[in-house]
């Protein structure tokens, strides 16, 4: 059973376009929810993370957005550069030691 | 600082037998974690540790085993190698006080 859903599984965007990833949970107990990106045989980066008192987080290009009430969160990359195409984690945490539940990833490729 | 780090980072055993990963952080971390990644699947979470000497199942745990006798160092172990422990293995850290894992750069093991 899948907690984290996310979509799409792939996305193709074109330079200096708005990328957009969504992410949907199940658990009302998670109180932590981060975006991470990966390169080809690269361990996941940290990009950004939200916790739920607030609606939306922004930082340079990325941005969360994020609904309690719909349990919904998503991603969304501003100007996407070929340098973004990676793959994308949404991920959610509710205990105190942390454990990520993943969603399964969007390979993200933004062309030239 | 090299932050995390997994060795080897390429390996092939045959089915039965055993081997052991080794991560270790340099950033006095007291919360250890191993993944698993595979395609379609998104990063699953194997065991994990809160400290010095203590660790606990995840997700994923049945087939591995793993030891924290070192803060720097968590140790995951496979006793007799089977063809659906084929994956990418990811090794992370976590400051107590924060929420942010710090992945190593992964172990591709292969069993034939």
């Known amino acids: 059973q899948q907690q984290v859903k996310q979509s799409p599984q792939s996305l193709i965007v074109q330079k200096g376009g708005i990328s957009i990833i969504n992410c949907a949970y199940e658990n009302t107990a998670f109180d932590y929810f981060p975006w991470y990106q990966q390169f080809p045989g690269k361990g996941p980066a940290l990009l950004i993370a939200?916790?739920?008192d607030v609606s939306e987080k922004k930082e340079g290009r990325f941005t969360i957005s994020f609904n309690k009430s719909a349990k919904q969160f998503s991603l969304h990359i501003m100007d996407s550069q070929p340098g973004d195409s990676a793959t994308y984690f949404c991920?959610?945490?509710?205990?105190?030691?942390?454990?990520?539940?993943w969603g399964l990833g969007t390979s993200l490729a933004v062309n030239p | 600082n090299a932050g995390v780090t997994q060795t080897p980072k390429f390996r092939v055993l045959k089915t039965g037998q055993s081997m052991t990963l080794l991560c270790a952080q340099d950033?006095?971390?007291?919360?250890m974690y191993w993944y698993r990644q595979d395609p379609g699947m998104g990063l699953r979470l194997i065991h994990y540790s809160v400290g010095e000497g203590t660790t606990a199942k995840g997700e994923v745990p049945d087939g591995y085993n793993v030891s924290r006798l070192k803060k720097q160092n968590f140790l995951l172990g496979l006793e007799s190698a089977a063809p659906s422990q084929t994956s990418v293995y990811f090794c992370?850290?976590?400051?107590?006080?924060?929420?942010?894992?710090?992945f190593g750069p992964g172990t591709r093991l292969t069993v034939l």
């Open positions: 992370a850290s976590r400051d107590g006080r924060l929420a942010e894992q710090f």
């Open positions: 939200i916790r739920p």
């Open positions: 991920a959610a945490s509710g205990d105190n030691n942390r454990k990520l539940i």
């Open positions: 950033m006095n971390h007291e919360y």
